[in-house]
């Protein structure tokens, strides 16, 4: 089985120097390319792989740069293995030569050591589109995220999605982590009635 990463340069308002990866995906309709409400299959263990790189150039080449997960956005929805490891968020980051290094070498560790790590894999749920608790967890720990749902797509979602970002994982998905205070209140019990329809555990933190 084969494992795409995009390389690619991200944007944001806030224009906060970042290092970050993720699977592409839409959670409901399609406004960036892909298919409406379709995920990619989420490669969790290359991605905490490219995570935990992108941590160590941060450190070894004093980069002053977040390092984290974002949650599943946009497209494309391919059936195989499929993440994004990004730079950004503006143009002067764009030019960072040493920045981009670090993107590149995570890129390559997590296609050099594809198949090779194997962390117990999660679904995330709930905070903001990058989640720094979700980010620590990885690591931190012998944990991997997989798709991750922020709260703003969280009333979104139902059944079908849950159970597609479930199935659409790599590794097989152990249970599921509750940003707790990342969700709304009027999403709480319903979210927690869905993951007990798919059969899925959770943990709130």
Not at 30 to 41: D, W
Request: neutral net charge; glycine residues 6%.
């Amino acid at each position: 089985m084969e494992l795409v990463v995009f390389i690619s340069r991200h944007s944001s308002v806030s224009g906060t120097p970042t290092l970050s990866v993720h699977t592409p995906g839409n959670l409901c309709e399609a406004e960036l390319g892909g298919l409406s409400r379709t995920v990619s299959v989420s490669p969790a263990n290359p991605m905490r792989d490219a995570l935990k790189t992108m941590m160590q150039f941060k450190q070894e080449m004093r980069l002053d740069y977040e390092v984290s997960y974002e949650c599943t956005h946009h497209g494309p929805s391919l059936n195989v293995p499929t993440m994004f490891a990004e730079l950004g968020s503006s143009i002067k980051q764009w030019s960072d030569l040493k920045a981009a290094e670090a993107v590149a070498h995570a890129a390559m560790k997590a296609i050099s050591n594809f198949r090779n790590s194997q962390v117990k894999t999660v679904l995330g749920i709930g905070g903001p589109h990058y989640n720094a608790r979700f980010t620590r967890m990885a690591l931190e720990n012998e944990l991997a995220f997989g798709h991750i749902i922020p709260k703003y797509a969280i009333s979104y979602v139902d059944v079908e999605i849950l159970r597609q970002c479930a199935e659409r994982t790599l590794e097989k998905v152990e249970y599921a982590v509750l940003d707790w205070k990342g969700i709304k209140g009027e999403n709480k019990k319903v979210l927690v009635e869905m993951l007990r329809e798919v059969s899925m555990s959770f943990e709130k933190i």
